[in-house]
């Protein structure tokens, strides 16, 4: 959300939305410093918690250095380094969205190494998958990577941007999996219902994206509109959109929500 409008919440709000998840993410270029991203962090943890409480919902967020970034790996470290400074942050869910952009030894590094940061400080970790030709190949990389280390409890993982190709390895290996509704890459909702109706609803989310690109951040709504008029149930549905997300973030300290009914959003 720190690259969207006010008026994006406001929209969200009069849709339902009651809560969101911000992942640590690349800004729109490649920052030089570490101080850059101890900014970006004070932006997630207190500016934008206050901007989303204007219009009832709650604003979570994660915190690394995303993978666009992280073929620098001495940078990467400093980030790293500075993050358990905002842990206790009560908005705070894990560490993510880290893993592969390009699917190169630099990202590995960087990528085993904040596996490590979430289990020493007992945080949650949302992973990032690659896009298009390079995603098979990096959300293999990936799983393989997490099953390496024994530390790691699936349940407390979701690797999000999964595709028809990728959805049914992580689940399978235990893992939640997360659709990322795109206009243009990722899925679209009448692909993610196809997947919901090919795998059934079981550790799957399903997000939309506010982005620096294309993108839709009423893209859940869209979903469920799509799902509606193929005559799905209110409850598969809302299992996908409210159930499944508030049960996976629930593993958190720091998550706290209320029932939308019991909210005056």
């Not at 934008?48 to 709650?58: D, L, N, V, W």
């Not at 073929?71 to 358990?84: Q, T």
């Not at 997300?245 to 959003?265: C, G, I, V, W």
């Amino acid at each position: 959300m720190v690259s969207r409008t006010t008026d994006d919440y406001e929209t969200l709000a009069r849709m339902g939305c009651v809560a969101m998840s911000e992942p640590a993410f690349w800004a729109g270029f490649d920052r030089g410093t570490v101080d850059g991203f101890r900014d970006y962090f004070r932006q997630l943890t207190e500016v934008e918690p206050a901007r989303a409480a204007q219009f009832g919902i709650r604003h979570f967020t994660w915190l690394c250095i995303n993978a666009k970034e992280a073929e620098n790996v001495e940078l990467s470290r400093e980030v790293m380094a500075m993050i358990p400074e905002f842990l206790d942050c009560d908005n705070v869910l894990g560490i993510g969205e880290i893993g592969l952009n390009k699917n190169t030894p630099n990202e590995a590094t960087v990528f085993q190494e904040h596996l490590e940061l979430a289990v020493k400080f007992d945080q949650q970790i949302l992973i990032h998958t690659p896009h298009l030709e390079d995603k098979y190949q990096g959300t293999r990389m990936i799983l393989d990577m997490l099953g390496d280390h024994s530390g790691i409890d699936p349940g407390r993982v979701l690797v999000d941007h999964v595709e028809e190709h990728t959805v049914k390895e992580v689940i399978d290996r235990g893992y939640w999996a997360g659709m990322t509704l795109y206009p243009v890459t990722k899925c679209t909702p009448a692909r993610a219902a196809d997947i919901i109706e090919t795998i059934g609803a079981e550790r799957l989310c399903v997000n939309s994206a506010g982005d620096w690109g294309p993108s839709k951040p009423t893209a859940v709504p869209d979903l469920i509109m799509e799902m509606r008029k193929r005559g799905h149930a209110e409850t598969l549905i809302r299992k996908v959109v409210f159930d499944n997300p508030r049960e996976f973030f629930s593993q958190s300290k720091h998550f706290d929500l209320q029932e939308p009914s019991t909210r005056n959003a």
